[in-house]
């Protein structure tokens, strides 16, 4: 098992550039979630999926965007990058829907816009 | 203002001491997890408490969920170089989502 994947680990955008992260998970996790980590303020929920087809907003949604069409991908879309949105991206999923059991998180994406 | 604060942000200790770091909310908790992570990598979770109460152990690791389940405590005993890393608590909030403290980074130096 690989776990969680993120690709790229390492990522530069100009402002206004779009970019895909990409997260991949092998485990049959139904619940996986994005967050962002800024120094001093913990991880910051983006956006989750209860399963293949249901996503919903997290706490600091806005400017990014998901989908889920498989179990195994959840890739998040920063439509217009903007220097706020220099931060490091973690992925995790979860096997159960209730994100009180553990989350698995992937290694994450160190993403700086210029 | 974040739902959960830690405290404190930073600690540098020698190898063999004690600590305890906290995490504090006024508000309740249905359940309450405690991750670590190091540099360059993901969180990894170290325990769940979901009993007002409760106290669990992790080998030199123990954690409390206080009895109003608002609040939480890491102690550890007799602290190693390997412990060093960022500590995060973790709350469980309605809408089936995680919400973090701001973390606690730990420095054990031999």
């Known amino acids: 098992n690989a776990g969680v994947t993120q690709t790229p680990k390492f990522q530069v955008l100009k402002t206004g550039q779009s970019m895909t992260l990409q997260c991949a998970q092998d485990m049959n996790h139904e619940y996986m979630s994005w967050y962002r980590q800024d120094p001093g303020m913990g991880l910051r929920l983006i956006h989750y999926?209860?399963?293949?087809?249901?996503?919903d907003q997290g706490e600091v949604p806005n400017g990014y965007n998901v989908s889920r069409s498989t179990t195994e991908d959840f890739p998040l879309r920063l439509l217009s990058a903007a220097p706020s949105q220099t931060s490091v991206y973690f992925c995790?999923?979860?096997?159960?829907?209730?994100?009180?059991?553990?989350?698995?998180f992937g290694p994450g994406t160190r993403l700086t816009v210029t | 203002t974040q739902l959960l604060e830690q405290s404190p942000q930073f600690l540098s200790i020698q190898e063999g001491e004690n600590l305890t770091v906290y995490c504090n909310s006024s508000s309740v908790f249905s359940s309450l997890q405690w991750y670590r992570q190091e540099p360059g990598e993901g969180p990894v979770l170290l325990v769940t408490?979901?009993?007002?109460?409760e106290v669990k152990k992790l080998k030199r690791l123990t954690f409390q969920f206080g009895d109003a389940r608002k609040d939480s405590s890491l102690h550890i005993t007799a602290a190693q170089p390997g412990d060093t890393g960022l500590y995060l608590c973790?709350?469980?909030?309605?809408?089936?989502?995680?919400?973090f403290g701001g973390g606690t980074r730990l420095m054990v130096k031999p």
């Open positions: 973790a709350g469980l909030v309605p809408g089936n989502m995680l919400t």
């Open positions: 995790a999923s979860s096997y159960s829907k209730r994100v009180f059991y553990e989350q698995y």
């Open positions: 408490v979901v009993t007002g109460g």
């Open positions: 999926s209860v399963g293949a087809g249901i996503t």
